[in-house]
């Protein structure tokens, strides 16, 4: 079975990968474990030059292939109002690879995986739709329609999945619609990475946050904190990762704080290097007020043993409650410092916060997610592959 994958991941050209391209996150090593389910694998996905491109890992795994359209111009308003335009441009391309297709995936939100979803349901093709952002949200027309459709579309054909967790099922109208959790962790990551961390000594404090740096995410929350912090560990220090429109600012408040010594912006790093941070941490600080489904750096975080402080979003209260991590009620300053000092103050307490970190993180390997969901379109679609 041929599987086309619609996508608005931004992809570039790579000479060291074996389809041309590459990309950053998550998105390589799933695309790379989805494939190992079917006979091959297309990729639709706008691609542009690869510039001063940071942190990228090849689209690579069995009989994968890249389709590139032209690159999305502008953001926002600008991006919504110049979609048709980019759509008519690229309108051949598309329409071609899904008359190749036997199977459609499409994962949303995002404007090129609306029009997979959409053409799949006229078009008759068999449709998985994985809603990679927070399912209970429901503000703009985008997220009202990615719902309707998705409860319309479920059935024992069509397989749709919200990123996430919970003891009830996605949708109250439509129990076809399942859970589904996300990493881009495979098991022998797992293994390596979990290692059961020491409590810090001497008044250190290794604090890191990684994530796109903007503003709901909670970074500014963890600088705010950090004089709360130094008060009981004076050899505190914050690892910042990530690039986003609000790091100018953060840099800012920073040094309005006179946290030059203590913080290190890294920017935008590969996937190895944030390992390598997330291994020398002593604790993940993410206060986030921002719309979640499952995110994978908090998983990658308790993967290499670092518990996590973390607030009430979307899944996340599942996660930690398994142990690994605090908790917090609401995203202020006070709060991160208090459970900072919960975490780091008592040793033994802090041995088990990493020992079960690793524990929780392992129920989450790239091969269990993507059986996942192999057993799921099986059931729909029968035999992927000739020897299923």
């Not at 290097?273 to 921002?290: E, I, K, Q």
Request: charged residues 20%.
């Amino acid at each position: 079975m041929r599987l086309v994958v619609y996508s608005h991941k931004p992809c570039w050209p790579s000479a060291c990968s074996p389809s041309g391209f590459a990309t950053d996150g998550g998105f390589p090593f799933q695309m790379a474990a989805l494939s190992e389910l079917f006979e091959s694998t297309c990729l639709v996905v706008p691609c542009s030059p690869p510039e001063d491109r940071v942190g990228g890992a090849p689209l690579v795994g069995h009989h994968l292939s890249v389709v590139p359209l032209s690159p999305m111009l502008g953001r926002g308003i600008m991006r919504k109002l110049g979609f048709p335009f980019w759509a008519l441009g690229n309108g051949r391309t598309i329409l071609k690879s899904f008359g190749l297709a036997d199977a459609i995936h499409t994962p949303i939100p995002g404007d090129v995986g609306t029009v997979g979803m959409v053409l799949a349901a006229v078009g008759g093709k068999r449709l998985f739709v994985r809603h990679c952002g927070d399912w209970s949200r429901r503000k703009t027309v985008a997220e009202l329609f990615w719902r309707w459709f998705i409860e319309s579309f479920a059935d024992r054909r069509n397989l749709m999945l919200a990123t996430g967790g919970a003891d009830l099922p996605p949708s109250a109208s439509n129990h076809e619609i399942q859970w589904i959790f996300s990493t881009s962790l495979r098991e022998s990551e797992l293994v390596g990475c979990g290692v059961v961390h020491e409590p810090p000594e001497d008044g250190r404090a290794r604090l890191i946050i990684a994530c796109r740096q903007e503003r709901e995410k909670g970074t500014g929350v963890v600088l705010e904190s950090l004089p709360l912090i130094l008060n009981d560990f004076p050899r505190a220090t914050l690892d910042v990762v990530g690039d986003g429109g609000a790091l100018v600012g953060l840099r800012e408040q920073a040094r309005s704080l006179g946290l030059n010594g203590c913080v290190t912006f890294h920017g935008k790093v590969d996937h190895d290097r944030v390992t390598d941070l997330f291994r020398g941490a002593d604790l993940f600080c993410y206060p986030t007020s921002a719309s979640e489904g499952f995110p994978k750096v908090v998983l990658e975080a308790l993967a290499c043993g670092v518990p996590v402080v973390t607030t009430r979003v979307s899944v996340l209260p599942r996660l930690i409650e398994q142990g690994g991590g605090v908790l917090i009620e609401e995203a202020t300053p006070a709060a991160v410092a208090s459970a900072v000092k919960t975490c780091l103050s008592h040793a033994e307490s802090y041995r088990d916060l990493s020992r079960r970190a690793v524990q929780t993180a392992s129920r989450y390997s790239l091969e269990r997610w993507r059986d996942t969901i192999g057993d799921l379109l099986r059931e729909r679609w029968g035999p992927l592959r000739a020897h299923d």
